[in-house]
């Protein structure tokens, strides 16, 4: 008996294997006539539960628009340009109402417990639709702050930039959107990546130095080491900033020429910011003669400082240096609270006019690269080679007197 039942079972299963590989596969036609019949059986079995969806989703779409718009209107009427608050507005005033529409739909689509197919679509839109929104979110609030570090420096480079810059922030943000998208959906999305980076390394190299000097261009807009019209050391170089591009900076040296540096290779090398100076120093290097005496050289630093002080400039210090070759060496600073370069060179004249006549006036011989020859008589009596008529000794003298004797 349980013999002929196994029989029986396996004889059924073989029938229904064969009908089931005999069978036609469906089209899409069937497939699209079943969805159709189960959309239709889901609607009339839970049309309740889909109209207090319908309306939980107006409610929720409309309360999200009143907001949008309440807060676009508050950031439009915040004064000023390129603010924070006018960057928030721009960054409301990006909301897409379709965004709102499907957010509200994927909040409610739950409670009509629809097929798996409707909530699988609803999902699959909803992901495209934030994705890409918060790549336009981001977009306009990296831009809006770039704009507004322009506007801070009425910066004509950076605003000749922004084509470039918003093409390379689109492309950067909404690539990532395009592959959280494409992972959220199942996609491999590995070689995708590993496609990117390989492009991206071989565009680098490529524009490698334009890239460069363009960076090197960002670097000095946003950290601002120096500005359109103020004077620059570079290297050996004293000039004024004339134009700062995407390539290269335009000097014009204190001799007139005009010098054109790449953005990498200005940045290179040391710079030295002239135009924010409060005050300049000046330093005089000042040399007497080896015969002063020591009274006269306790009293320069005094002299030095009294000059400094009636012309009405901040004393430093004045003190001696060195015992040089051909003289005793003083050096004098003292600072202009001037950031003009023409009243400094004033002043530094002023001070050195008044130490030279006050230097003068006390006995005191500046000196000089020279070399005097002492020679010194026969008793060992130095004499100046200026002497006219030097000193006879008093030997031949003597020698001459008893020669004449016997006459």
């Keep these: 008996m349980t013999f002929s039942i196994l029989a029986a079972a396996q004889s059924a299963a073989a029938k229904t294997a064969t009908a089931k590989s005999t069978a036609p596969t469906s089209s899409p036609l069937d497939d699209l006539r079943n969805w159709w019949d189960s959309s239709i059986a889901w609607v009339n079995t839970h049309w309740l539960q889909i109209g207090i969806a319908i309306g939980a989703g107006l409610l929720i779409y409309f309360l999200l628009s009143l907001v949008r718009t309440f807060a676009l ?104 959107a395009a592959i959280v998208v494409l992972g959220n959906l199942g996609v491999n999305v590995t070689g995708l990546i590993a496609g990117l980076g390989v492009g991206g390394i071989a565009i680098g190299l490529a524009a490698q130095g334009i890239f460069s000097d363009l960076f090197a261009a960002l670097a000095i807009i946003f950290d601002r080491p120096f500005r ?20 290269s900076t335009r000097l014009r040296s204190v001799n007139g020429e005009l010098l054109i540096v790449s953005n990498t290779n200005l940045l290179s090398k040391e710079i030295a910011n002239f135009a924010h100076l409060h005050r300049r120093r000046v330093t005089f290097a000042i040399g007497v003669v080896y015969q002063t005496t020591p009274d006269m050289l306790r009293q320069l630093p005094a002299l030095l400082e009294q000059q400094v002080n009636d012309a009405r400039h901040d004393f430093v210090r004045s003190s001696f240096t060195t015992f040089n070759a051909s003289s005793l060496d003083f050096e004098l600073l003292f600072d202009v609270q001037s950031d003009d370069y023409n009243v400094v060179a004033a002043a530094r004249t002023d001070v050195g006019v008044r130490i030279f006549d006050a230097m003068t006036r006390a006995g005191y011989d500046f000196a000089y690269p020279t070399q005097t020859s002492f020679t010194a008589a026969p008793d060992g009596t130095m004499v100046l080679p200026y002497a006219s008529d030097p000193p006879e000794s008093p030997k031949p003298r003597a020698r001459t007197a008893k020669a004449a004797k016997p006459a």
């Design 228 to 247: 359109n019209g103020e004077t620059i050391k570079w290297d050996n170089t004293i000039a004024t900033v004339e134009r700062i591009g995407l390539k």
């Design 73 to 176: 209107k508050r950031a439009q009427a915040a004064p000023g340009q390129f603010t924070l608050t006018d960057i928030v507005g721009r960054v409301i005033h990006k909301t897409k109402s379709i965004v709102l529409a499907i957010t509200s739909i994927r909040l409610v689509a739950g409670y009509a417990q629809p097929p798996a197919l409707i909530l699988n679509t609803i999902q699959v839109f909803f992901t495209i639709a934030v994705a890409v929104q918060i790549a336009i979110w981001v977009r306009e609030i990296v831009l809006g702050l770039i704009q507004r570090r322009a506007s801070e420096g009425h910066n004509e480079t950076l605003n000749n930039a922004m084509g470039i810059i918003r093409l390379l922030i689109s492309f950067a943000l909404f690539s990532i």
